[in-house]
C-alpha cells in the first residue's frame, strides 16, 4: 500500500465563483466526495440552460469512491448530482430528510430509479463511518434552509472543518441554532485545515437575522389594503413559513404560484417542514375572495422570464394580473447578473400601480451567509493551522484570507485556491501541488457538454454582429448569393459589391485550379477585411463553396 501521508483536497467547483459546488478528498485509494451543485450561465454565455463541474478526475479514480455527502439541499450543491451520478458507480449518498426529499423529486424528474441510487438518511447531528480514511461529524449550520450541515472529516493526517454554507442566526425561524460547541470542541481537540464560507467576507458586522425580515414583512403585510404578492426562493422554507404565518394572523388565505413555489411546498409540507392551519388554496379560488382576503407567494424573484411575477408585470399571465394598489415584495437579492432583469420588473410593476418592495430599500431579505462578524467567531473556534475559503469570488475569498490573519490565532498559511488546484494537507504542509481537469460542462437544451466555449464565442459574435452566409459555386461561370442576419438591414449596394467580389475571387480559384477549401478561405479573408473596412463591423462570415 502506498506510503502517502498527506491529504489530498481538490475542488471541482465553487472555488472562485458563486455555485456548482463539488469538492473531492482522497487520502490513498479512498475519495469522499462533497456536494454536486450546478450553476446559472451569465449574460456571456448566451443559450446555456446551466453550468455543472467537469468530473474528470472522478471517472478517473471512479473505484475510490467511497461516499458523497451533501449539506443541503440547494441547487448550487444538489443542482448536477443527476447529471454525474449516473456516470459514477453507485456509492452512499449521505444527507438530511428533507435535502434526500429534494433529490428525490429532481431523480424522479430525470428518470432515475431511487433503486439506482444508495440514499442514505442522516441527522445534522450524526457521525458516519464513511471508509477506513474517513470519518465525518455532521453539525447543523443555520442557513436559509432547513437541515443544513458542515462537517467535521476525521482523516489520518488531522481534522478538518468545512462549514457548508452558513450564517449564525441566533433567532432562526425555526429555533435550531447552529451547533457551535462542535466547532469548539474540535477547535480545542486541533484542527489541520478549515474550509469556510466566503460568500459575504466583504460585509461588515452581523448578518441580519430571519427574525428581522420576518418583522418587516408582517409589517407590510398588515397595511396592505389590495392583494399582496411575495416572491422568494422557493427552496427558502423558513420564510416562505414565516409569510404564511403571518398571512393567517391577518386573515389572508395563501395561494402559491409557479412550478418550483408548489414542489417545494409539498415536499416541506409531506416531510413536516412546513405547517399550515388552512390548505393553500388555487388561483381559481381566489376569484371567490376579496383583494384584502389573499397573500400570492410565487416565483421569479430573479426575474426569470417565463417567472409568475415577470409574467404578471408583463402582463401576460393567464389568470392574473397586477392592478392598481397591490402590494409586491421581492424577498430576495439578486443573484450577479439578474440585476437588469429585476429591474425590468420592478419599473414595469411601478407602471401597474403597485406599492413595490425590494431590498435594500426594505429590509425584506436577509443572506444565507455569514458577515465578518461571523466568520471571525468561526475562526476563533475552530483555531485551525491552515485555511482555505470557498464558496466565493477571488475577492471574498482574499477578503476572507485578510480576516483570518488579523485573527487572535491566525492559520499558518491560507491558500487562495482555483477550481482543479490539487492541494496536499498534512501536519506540516499545506501547498498546491499540481492540478486536476476542472471547469465548466454547458447543459443546453438535451445535450450536455456538446457546446464548448468555441461555440460560445461564435453565439457571441453573431449576437454582437450578426451573420454573413455566402453561397458559392466555383465553376467557369463561377455564382454567388448572400444571405444576412444581425448584419444590417438590407444594402443592395454593398451586397453586388461583396457579390461582385466574391465572384472574382471564384474565377481566379477556377483559372488556377485551386482546392475548394483554398478558395473557401480566399472567400473569407477578402469578405472580411472588405465589409471590416466598409462597415466598421465584423459579423460571422460563414462561405460555403461547392464546385
Not at 64 to 72: D, G, N, R
Not at 277 to 289: G, M, N, V, Y
Not at 309 to 322: D, E, F, V, Y
Request: proline share 5%; charged share 25%.
Amino acid at each position: 500500500m502506498s506510503q502517502q501521508k498527506h491529504l489530498e483536497v481538490i475542488p471541482l467547483g465553487g472555488f472562485g465563483e458563486i455555485g456548482k459546488n463539488m469538492m473531492v478528498f482522497r487520502y490513498e485509494q479512498e475519495i469522499l466526495v462533497v456536494d454536486g451543485g450546478m450553476a446559472f450561465p451569465d449574460s456571456n454565455q448566451p443559450g446555456i440552460d446551466l453550468i455543472i463541474p467537469k468530473i474528470d478526475y472522478l471517472l478517473e479514480h471512479a473505484s475510490e469512491i467511497k461516499a458523497f455527502i451533501i449539506t443541503h439541499g440547494h441547487e448550487d450543491h444538489i443542482g448536477a448530482l443527476p447529471y454525474i451520478l449516473p456516470r459514477l458507480p453507485k456509492v452512499p449518498l449521505y444527507g438530511a430528510k428533507l435535502t434526500l426529499g429534494l433529490l428525490r423529486e429532481k431523480f424522479a424528474e430525470f428518470g432515475i430509479s431511487t433503486d439506482d441510487v444508495d440514499m442514505r438518511e442522516v441527522t445534522t447531528d450524526e457521525r458516519i463511518k464513511v471508509s477506513k480514511c474517513f470519518t465525518v461529524d455532521m453539525f447543523r449550520m443555520t442557513h436559509s434552509i432547513p437541515d443544513n450541515s458542515g462537517l467535521l472529516i476525521h482523516t489520518p493526517v488531522g481534522n478538518v472543518i468545512h462549514t457548508g454554507d452558513f450564517k449564525l442566526d441566533q433567532n432562526p425561524a425555526d429555533g435550531k441554532t447552529s451547533h457551535l460547541e462542535k466547532i469548539s470542541k474540535a477547535g480545542a481537540d486541533g484542527v489541520m485545515l478549515l474550509i469556510s464560507d466566503s460568500t459575504s467576507a466583504e460585509k461588515m458586522g452581523l448578518t441580519p437575522s430571519e427574525a428581522d425580515v420576518a418583522a418587516e414583512l408582517e409589517k407590510i403585510i398588515a397595511k396592505a389594503q389590495g392583494r399582496v404578492f411575495v416572491t422568494t426562493f422557493a427552496s427558502h422554507i423558513h420564510r416562505i413559513q414565516n409569510i404564511i404565518s403571518i398571512a393567517e394572523k391577518y386573515n389572508r388565505r395563501v395561494v402559491m404560484e409557479g412550478r418550483s413555489m408548489h414542489k417545494y411546498a409539498e415536499i416541506a409540507q409531506e416531510l413536516g417542514y412546513m405547517t399550515l392551519k388552512d390548505r393553500l388554496i388555487s388561483t381559481d379560488e381566489f376569484a371567490d375572495l376579496q383583494a384584502s382576503q389573499a397573500v400570492f407567494i410565487c416565483t421569479g424573484s430573479q426575474g426569470q422570464p417565463m417567472s409568475v411575477l415577470s409574467r404578471l408585470a408583463a402582463g401576460n399571465h393567464p389568470r392574473l394580473s397586477i392592478k392598481h394598489g397591490d402590494t409586491v415584495i421581492l424577498s430576495s437579492s439578486p443573484i450577479p447578473g439578474n440585476e437588469e432583469a429585476i429591474n425590468v420588473v420592478i419599473n414595469s410593476l411601478y407602471l401597474k400601480g403597485a406599492k413595490v418592495f425590494y431590498p435594500p430599500n426594505y429590509k425584506v431579505h436577509a443572506s444565507g451567509h455569514g458577515s465578518q462578524e461571523e466568520l471571525k467567531l468561526i475562526l476563533n473556534l475552530a483555531q485551525a493551522k491552515w485555511f482555505l475559503p470557498f464558496h466565493g469570488e477571488p475577492r471574498q475569498q482574499i477578503n476572507h484570507q485578510w480576516l483570518a490573519e488579523a485573527s487572535p490565532t491566525p492559520p499558518k498559511r491560507t491558500i487562495i485556491a482555483k477550481n482543479g488546484d490539487m492541494i496536499h494537507v498534512s501536519k506540516d504542509d499545506f501547498k498546491v501541488v499540481g492540478t486536476v481537469p476542472a471547469g465548466a460542462v454547458y447543459v443546453d437544451g438535451l445535450g450536455v457538454g456538446d457546446v464548448n466555449d468555441s461555440i460560445l464565442e461564435d453565439r457571441l459574435s453573431m449576437a454582437g454582429d450578426g451573420v454573413l452566409v455566402l453561397g458559392c459555386v466555383l465553376s467557369p461561370h463561377p455564382h454567388a448569393e448572400i444571405a444576412s442576419r444581425g448584419f444590417i438591414d438590407a444594402n443592395q449596394e454593398l451586397f453586388e459589391t461583396i457579390k461582385d467580389q466574391v465572384i472574382q475571387v471564384l474565377e481566379k480559384g477556377a483559372r488556377e485550379k485551386k482546392h475548394l477549401e483554398a478558395v473557401r478561405d480566399d472567400v473569407y479573408y477578402m469578405v472580411r477585411r472588405f465589409v471590416r473596412k466598409a462597415t466598421g463591423r465584423n459579423p460571422m462570415i460563414i462561405p460555403v463553396v461547392v464546385e
